[in-house]
């Protein structure tokens, strides 16, 4: 969804629209504030009672994908080098965590696999050896994993993930907004066959263990999907998940089918559970979360009502547009209810296209699963990163959730790329 070179466009706006499951159709935007803990006492932060949150770090830079080590140590990959230096050590004191060590190029991407610590920039993956305490041996020597990934300036970021088999996953974002022949141009068609396909819009698959590997030698291992920043490797169900950041622009470029309010709202936001060879049917289809059905793209002929993609999957849970999903993580520790075991939570990035409509986002919603698919309504889990109400619907957001990563004695973390805070969030009964 999210698109640099416009992210800037922010305008006021009105109210705030509320995400929707496929499994439950309808939501209430206003969470119930009687289960709530009041924001003075959580970071600026609302959060459901017996949770509590506090800023371990500030000004880190933007703070993109971070993980954390066994030992209670944070990896956090910085969007564009600090003072030369892409990647952060954290290591937690009396509540805070201070900078142990700099090193690295920027990017979005990082994890940690069988005693590698695995970043990627938005050309390369690489990775670091790693010791018995999960430190980087030599910060200066890192291995070559993957080169030559594609880039073209829009939806470049590489996110990336890793399986129990030897496998990396990373996102190649579509560097266009619906495949037309003049992007982001009204009423311009879509490119027969999207060429784009070929080489971007889609997850490819590498081994996590081979060096030097080109990027030609991956394989597709998903595609039809426009751009995905937040995607994680579900251990129960052993099976990749990804959020996909739905087109923009719809009543920009197709006025005459669609309002402002319904451009606001659509398409959905999708969370897809992905396996080898599947198509989630992007350029030539969108999810409708309000008609609960795929439709047909209007550069390839649909209306807003045409329903498309019927050799695409379905989502396994779709959210209002424009919410960008940067982060995902299924949430497998202890220490939360639960009802929070085995969940997703997905960080919205927060929106900057949905005027005259109010922005929205900017918050970390709890998904809940259920014998391995999402279950339930949706819940706003963490809000209050952008500010104030007006701070929040003008998209003039003071912070704005990106990374998630869980800690060892299963406490959850959220970073924020704006001003580079990074949040811990506890449950105590």
């Known amino acids: ?82 003072d030369g230096k892409g ?40 990775r670091y050896k790693l010791n018995a305490q999960d430190e980087v041996i030599d910060p200066n020597k890192p291995e070559l994993v993957v080169t030559g990934l594609l880039s073209r300036h829009e939806h470049e970021a590489k996110a990336i993930t890793l399986d129990n088999a030897g496998h990396l996953y990373v996102n190649i974002g579509a560097y ?48 039809g999907l426009r751009n995905v920043v937040g995607l994680d490797w579900n251990k129960q169900l052993n099976q990749l998940f990804v959020m996909q950041h739905g087109r923009d622009q719809l009543h920009d470029l ?7 309010k319904q451009s606001a709202e659509l398409p959905a936001e999708c969370l897809y559970a992905i396996k080898k060879g599947d198509n989630a049917g992007w350029p030539y289809m969108y999810y409708d979360q309000i008609q609960h059905k795929k439709v047909l793209m209007p550069e390839y002929g649909g209306d807003g009502k045409k329903e498309g993609g019927q050799n695409a999957i379905n989502p396994a849970a779709a959210y209002p547009g424009h919410l960008a999903p940067d982060g995902l993580l299924f949430y497998t520790g202890n220490q939360f209810p639960a009802k929070y075991k085995n969940g997703a939570f997905i960080a919205f990035h927060g929106s900057w296209n949905r005027a005259p409509e109010p922005q929205a986002g900017y918050f970390v919603v709890f998904q ?44 959850l973390y959220v970073s924020d790329d704006a001003r580079g805070s990074l949040y811990k969030i506890t449950y105590k009964k």
């Open 87 to 126: 990647i952060l050590l954290l290591h937690q004191v009396n509540g805070k965590a201070e900078v142990k060590l700099t090193f690295g190029d920027g990017g979005t991407g990082i994890g940690i696999k069988n005693g590698y610590l695995y970043a990627s920039t938005d050309e390369q993956v690489y």
């Open 368 to 411: 809940p699963f259920a014998n391995g698919k999402p279950t339930g309504k949706w819940e706003v889990f963490a809000k209050g990163f952008a500010g104030t109400d007006a701070q929040t619907a003008s998209g003039n957001a003071q912070h704005r959730p990106c990374g998630l990563a869980q800690g060892p004695d299963g406490s």
């Open 254 to 260: 197709f006025p005459q089918y669609y309002d402002t």
């Open 1 to 82: 969804m999210k698109r640099k070179t416009l992210g800037t466009i922010l305008l006021p706006v009105l109210a705030i629209a509320g995400l929707i499951s496929l499994n439950a159709l309808t939501s209430d935007p206003h969470p119930n504030h009687k289960n709530f803990n009041a924001p003075a006492d959580n970071a600026g932060l609302t959060l459901p009672t017996g949770f509590n949150a506090t800023v371990i770090a500030e000004n880190l830079g933007a703070a993109r994908h971070i993980t954390v080590t066994p030992q209670g140590e944070i990896y956090v990959k910085l969007q564009g080098a600090k």
């Open 176 to 223: 266009s907004n619906s495949c037309q022949v003049k992007d982001r141009q009204k009423g311009s068609p879509g490119q027969k066959g999207c060429p784009i396909l070929d080489s971007a819009g889609g997850i490819w698959q590498f081994s996590a263990t081979k060096l030097n590997q080109h990027y030609g030698d991956g394989v597709r291992y998903a595609t």
